[in-house]
């Protein structure tokens, strides 16, 4: 079946501009999460979704940061006046939910910021 | 914090056993888990350890001492294509976000 699809895979765009990346889980996953990792790096959580509503937000490093799953499927990490600091690959996962169960990560969007 | 430390650059031969090992300075968690990276790739699940013990899974075993703040993978026979990130991850709440260390590159050497 199909894994957990991101795009855009790659994104260049101009410091100040604003971002869309979009997250596709696997069918039927409830929980579904956005980490980023910067090169070298461990991926660094930033929010997860049960379902419609955001279950932790905490990682979020700043209100420019947002994040949207408005029918528990799909969602949308948006990103506001961009800076280069957000440079970085921005990964998706999704899990049924339960703590002894995987999550599935997809490959990622890599984003840069001139 | 979790303070979840790793060695950062392992090397190993084709056929060997290589043990990459994960500590960490917290409690509470749920579980462990160790996942594997290739260059531009997304990680991929490898293990899980919830209570204390070896799990193993053909060439690939993981081992968790919650009393020693302590985990390890082990991989055995290696292949060239075992090159990769190895990255322990914590989990606290069902569901809940991962935090993981900052991974282990592993270079399998003909």
């Known amino acids: 079946g199909a894994g957990v699809s991101q795009t855009p895979s790659n994104k260049v765009t101009e410091k100040g501009k604003y971002v869309e990346l979009r997250c596709d889980p696997i069918?039927?996953?409830?929980?579904l999460y956005w980490y980023r990792q910067s090169l070298g790096q461990g991926p660094e959580f930033l929010i997860y979704?049960?379902?419609?509503?955001?279950?932790?937000d905490s990682g979020l490093p700043n209100d420019r940061f947002f994040a949207v799953r408005p029918e528990g499927s799909v969602s949308t990490l948006k990103i506001q006046r961009t800076e280069r600091g957000d440079s970085a690959v921005y990964l998706c996962a999704s899990s049924s939910g339960q703590s002894n169960q995987p999550q599935h990560f997809g490959d990622g969007t890599r984003l840069s910021i001139l | 914090g979790q303070n979840i430390d790793q060695p950062t650059e392992m090397t190993a031969t084709e056929g060997a056993i290589v043990q990459i090992n994960c500590t960490y300075q917290t409690s509470g968690f749920n579980g462990l888990f160790w996942y594997q990276q290739h260059a531009g790739e997304a990680p991929t699940f490898l293990s899980y350890n919830v209570l204390d013990g070896l799990e193993e899974k053909g060439r690939f075993s993981s081992f968790l001492s919650r009393s020693k703040g302590y985990s390890y993978l082990l991989l055995k026979e290696l292949q060239m294509k075992d090159s990769a990130s190895y990255l322990c991850?914590?989990?606290?709440?069902?569901?809940?976000?991962?935090?993981f260390g900052q991974g282990t590159e592993l270079s399998v050497k003909p």
């Open positions: 991850a914590l989990i606290y709440n069902q569901g809940g976000k991962l935090i």
């Open positions: 979704f049960q379902g419609t509503g955001a279950a932790d």
């Open positions: 069918s039927g996953h409830t929980a």
